[in-house]
């Protein structure tokens, strides 16, 4: 199972755009963390992402930069879903890694509160982000440079998610040519 998204940057040697593949996440529901499968980690980074040592999979947005240096001694990068979602998948006995494009820098303040504008099902409802916006017309061109940020995460995040499912496919392939399961 893999996981992918958008993620922001804890440390600044992570860039814009970078595509990360995490060897554990940290759970802060769970308050624990789950190991990635090493193979799929490897053709991962084979296939172009930053292996990194760990996502920090958190129960609300880190806004605001300071919150963000609380977590870096913690892992690489901060995101919301990937550990719970390897907690299940594992579950079942199967193997899991999170892959996550960088959207926003270590040191960036995002432009809104975006813990304000999700709904109970962890939705953005639009009307709450128009509301924040109203509230704050200073923040729009931040809205719209943190908008660009996140199309560039997403499209470099496809270009490897491309990669690498070929990838796999090709693996899988050969490991049925030889006999063996795929895994």
């Not at 995490?22 to 802060?28: E, N, R």
């Not at 919301?80 to 079942?92: C, H, K, P, R, T």
Request: aromatic share 6%; glycine share 6%; net charge negative.
């Amino acid at each position: 199972m893999r996981v992918s998204g958008l993620a922001g940057a804890l440390s600044p040697e992570h860039q814009l755009g970078e595509v990360l593949a995490a060897q554990s996440l940290y759970s802060t529901q769970r308050k624990t963390s789950i190991l990635c499968d090493p193979e799929l980690v490897e053709t991962a980074a084979t296939c172009g992402a930053k292996v990194v040592k760990a996502f920090y999979s958190a129960d609300r947005v880190a806004v605001r930069a300071d919150e963000k240096r609380e977590l870096r001694w913690r892992a690489d990068a901060v995101e919301m879903e990937s550990a719970d979602i390897l907690f299940e998948v594992a579950a079942f006995g199967a193997k899991g890694i999170a892959v996550r494009g960088i959207s926003d820098m270590s040191e960036q303040d995002l432009p809104l509160d975006f813990n304000r504008v999700t709904t109970d099902s962890g939705e953005v409802s639009l009307a709450r982000v128009f509301g924040q916006v109203i509230q704050n017309v200073t923040a729009i061109p931040s809205l719209i440079r943190f908008g660009q940020q996140s199309q560039l995460a997403a499209s470099k995040l496809a270009e490897f998610l491309d990669r690498y499912l070929e990838s796999l496919a090709a693996t899988n392939t050969l490991r049925l040519k030889q006999g063996a399961s795929i895994a």
